[in-house]
């Protein structure tokens, strides 16, 4: 088989660009051809206003690549274009030249941009679903992604133009959710309940089960939705009973930094970004890591890699964080943006090392059954291999296959 796989990266890269990465390689690794058209988001500092006017049409619609893409078709006749990002510099003329030139295209739904322009359900520190029922139009008051309404406008222009010409529908053949939450949320706004399937985000390589419980640990991008100004506030209330190491940055990091020495949290011990070996490393140390998201996340990462390190998760019960932490088995839940309930959660959680080891064992068996890359590949050629069959007109049964 033969997969060309379409991107766009990230300024800051992120979540999105790590599982595009290790998809390729998991497809590689098993003998599938990949050819990768790849963009990425890079910008000079300055940009004119003529230069600003030309990205906005090109997130809309991309000359080049649908050239580029016609060509790649033609030239390399891939079974299949698996698309994951296309925002700004690709665009959705992608998947016009694969329409025209017969080929079947999955696109994995990474984020919620297509029913929400900040990608999340989330505006002013709270969740919003509005845009579901008012349209993708109505968060360009509030200026959602990245609070502006020029770029929110861009972004709720793009979806508009490709929602009128059918793009979503018409010329893509499936979508990947990453979880059942997920699904529902975009079967909610519209999109076809049958060509949405569920795969999750997988863990490569296995990095082992660790052990210790030294620590709580925090993974991840330090900035608002995530909540962490929540989860500070909370081990205040714990009064430096419980160390934690936070690993990541982001747009907070230094304001949560000015406000650990202000509230004299001397049990927080900030990492920084490091990679990935290091952050498995003090992962499998951890006696559980803590998930405060507020806002819908998609599918974090940093669960499945609790699982497969045999650390528990303390997680907020919104959106699919609920779903992949099972309460009271691989992990805990507590209320979202509540500080007092998760300080409770994790004194709890401290005071019961035995109880947390068990369900250490419970998050590791959950990672052997759902998170392998081996489990994860099965899934993806299933999905392949039905939409490949279903563009054709032949018949597979995606159910029995998976």
Known sequence: MKVLVVHNSYQEHGGEDIVYEQECHLLRKNGIEVIEYRRDNELPAYLSFGDRLQLARTSVWSDSTRVEIDRLLRSERPDIVHVHNTLFRISPSVYWACKEAGVPVVQTLHNYRLLCPGGQFMRSSRLCEECIDAGVWHGVRYGCYRNSRVATGVVAL????????????????????????????????????????????????????????????????????????????????????????????????????????????????????????????????????????????????????????????????????????????????????????????????????????????????????????????TLLMNIYRHLIATHSGLKHDYAIAN
Not at 304 to 323: D, N, Q, R, T
């Open 158 to 377: 793009m979806v508009s133009v490709h929602r009128w010409r059918k793009t979503w529908t018409n010329c893509i053949d499936g979508y990947i959710a990453l979880s059942e939450f997920s699904r529902s949320k975009f079967v909610e706004g519209g999109f076809p309940t049958s060509k949405i399937f569920v795969k999750p985000n997988f863990v490569y390589p296995d990095p082992g089960i660790g052990g210790g419980q030294q620590y709580a640990v925090v993974l991840g991008r330090l900035s608002p939705e995530k909540g962490i100004r929540t989860l500070l506030s909370a081990w205040q209330l714990l009064r430096n009973r419980i160390p934690l190491l936070i690993v990541g940055d982001g747009p907070l990091g230094g304001e949560l930094q000015q406000q650990a020495a202000d509230d004299k949290l001397s049990t927080i011990t900030f990492c920084g970004q490091v990679e990935r070996p290091r952050a498995m490393s003090i992962l499998k140390k951890a006696r559980f890591l803590v998930v405060p998201s507020e806002c819908y996340e998609n599918f974090p990462c940093a669960i499945a890699e609790a699982y497969a390190c045999g650390v528990p998760v303390l997680a907020s019960s919104v959106g699919s964080i609920k779903e992949l932490v099972k309460d009271h088995r691989t992990g805990l839940h507590f209320r979202a943006g509540d500080r007092d309930d998760l300080a409770r959660t994790a004194d709890w959680a401290w005071s019961h090392p035995q109880e947390l080891q068990l369900m250490g064992l419970a998050a590791r068996a959950e990672y052997e059954g759902r998170y392998t890359a081996a489990r994860n590949y």
